[in-house]
């Protein structure tokens, strides 16, 4: 009995189904769960057709190494045009006429991804999609190369940017070359905290023009653009550029405020000695608040356009836009894009005049998240 009991045991210990070891997590972006981000693919005429696209959603990180994504996208191609959302009644100088969006951003979010994340040997964010938002293998991986900005906002915000993101301004800006940011988009921005994406995280109408630490803020960003080349018919072509975003001015100056909606839900401001063309250089610009979640609208459009009508109801720059939240609830700002269809200004209706389209996106944050920008 006493020789046969080492193989008895040596038996059993094999047996014993060991636990596999406890899996390391993967570190959060800049330690950030929820991210509200703008990406697109912007290109020459000449080389994409006017193929322009632009999405804005949410990037949720886990420290399993996964992450999903939930965005609204729009494609030239596609012509989206702009709806009504809610009537702007501030009163004074702010023409009473609707705020418009782009058409599906009232709605739910239209396209998802689910995939995984990690970091390369220089320090970029890796994120791979692998699945679209049902779970459904997508035909090929999508891949994305993000460069990290941690520390903003005394650390309680981060930036993702894709290589090409910042850089000098001015028309023809680098066009990186195919799988140098992602495999579909060549550019984009982002922002990170641990604040929820809900809507008990956006900060109101209200806030923004009395709150002593954002009416007084100069928010500015950068923009990169898909548009024409000249204002002159005959020789315009397509160009992407990369201009400012926001400007110097804010939201409760003393001599020509912002004013608020009846309804506490948008606000209006009349912006003179604009770049707006003809004798009248006043800008009228529109902000709201719409559905769930971070978002909120921007619409702009020169006064000269409207010949002397209180609205101009045509070829207006529409913006959605998610709010930038940092982990101590303090708003700081937006990311957004612009998806501008070209309509004829007698119908209403897109007329195909694919080089007056202007596709984009921004980012517009507070001196807290700024990088160095020309001004």
Request: aromatic share 10%.
């Amino acid at each position: 009995m006493t020789s046969i009991l080492p193989a008895i045991m040596a038996l059993v210990a094999a047996l014993v189904v060991t636990a596999p070891p406890a899996q390391a997590a993967t570190p959060l972006p800049g330690g950030k769960s929820n991210w509200v981000v703008s990406a697109g693919y912007l290109d020459l005429a000449a080389k994409n057709n006017y193929r322009n696209w632009v999405r804005i959603g949410y990037y949720a990180f886990q420290t399993n190494g996964t992450v999903t994504t939930n965005y609204w996208a729009w494609n030239q191609r596609e012509q989206p045009q702009r709806v009504d959302t809610m009537t702007a009644d501030c009163g004074g100088n702010v023409p009473t006429c609707p705020i418009r969006t782009v058409d599906g951003f009232t709605g739910d979010p239209t396209g998802g991804y689910q995939g995984t994340f990690d970091y390369t040997s220089d320090g970029q964010l890796a994120v791979t999609w692998t699945k679209n938002a049902a779970g459904t293998a997508l035909p090929q991986p999508i891949t994305e190369r993000w460069n990290i900005t941690t520390g903003l906002a005394s650390g309680r915000a981060a930036r993702i940017t894709s290589p090409t993101y910042y850089g000098a301004y001015g028309n023809n800006v680098e066009i990186p070359a195919q799988g140098t940011f992602s495999t579909t988009a060549n550019f984009g921005v982002g922002y990170g905290s641990n604040a929820p994406l809900d809507r008990t995280s956006r900060a109101t109408m209200s806030q923004l023009l009395t709150d002593p630490r954002y009416n007084a803020e100069p928010y500015r960003g950068a923009f990169v653009v898909a548009k024409a080349s000249s204002s002159d018919p005959a020789t315009r072509t397509g160009i992407v550029g990369r201009e400012g975003a926001g400007g110097n001015w804010t939201f409760g100056p003393a001599s020509n405020p912002w004013k608020p909606c009846t309804s506490g839900q948008c606000m209006g401001w009349l912006q003179p000695n604009t770049s707006c063309s003809g004798t009248d250089k006043d800008r009228v610009r529109y902000i709201g608040e719409i559905g769930g979640g971070r978002r909120n609208i921007e619409e702009y459009w020169c006064q000269s356009l409207a010949q002397g009508k209180t609205c101009y109801p045509y070829n207006s720059h529409p913006r959605p836009m998610l709010q930038i939240i940092d982990d101590a609830g303090e708003f700081q700002g937006w990311v957004g894009v612009e998806a501008f269809t070209h309509v004829d200004t007698k119908t209403g209706l897109p007329d195909s005049s694919w080089v007056e389209g202007y596709w984009g996106l921004f980012d517009m944050v507070s001196a807290a998240l700024q990088p160095e920008l020309p001004n």
